[in-house]
């Protein structure tokens, strides 16, 4: 069971910057791949960046790659996603979400890969 948090967000301007964290506790985070989904009003959930248990292999969907940059600590139990040049497109709730297993990140994750989800935190951009 993880008790996972995601924390940072905020209200940004356009072409501004944040970073979201996100706790990880109630599991060893290291034998866990960790993604970043974000949900839009009105939209679907959908798959934004991950990374693998070491942070050796990252993965990011079309519509953030060149922009975001996730990272990881497991000595602190946390995952880290970095957000520049932010658009009003990206305003969503960001929630983390653990994948269990010590494999490469390779591809999109779906929904149905995800163990365990994280509360998110909203991240508001305006124009």
């Known amino acids: 069971m993880c008790s996972c948090r995601a924390s940072g967000g905020g209200l940004v301007q356009a072409g501004g910057s944040l970073r979201l964290s996100c706790a990880a506790s109630?599991?060893?985070?290291?034998?866990?791949?960790m993604g970043w989904f974000r949900q839009a009003p009105g939209k679907e959930r959908e798959f934004v960046a991950a990374?693998?248990?070491?942070?050796?292999?990252?993965f990011y969907s079309d519509s953030v790659k060149g922009r975001f940059t996730t990272s990881r600590d497991n000595a602190k139990d946390t995952v880290y996603l970095q957000m520049n040049s932010l658009k009003p497109e990206d305003t969503a709730v960001h929630s983390c979400a653990a994948r269990f297993g010590r494999t490469a990140v390779t591809g999109t994750w779906h929904h149905s890969d995800v163990n365990y989800w994280g509360e998110g935190t909203l991240v508001t951009v305006s124009s």
């Open positions: 990374i693998g248990w070491g942070g050796g292999t990252r």
């Open positions: 109630g599991l060893t985070l290291s034998n866990y791949a």
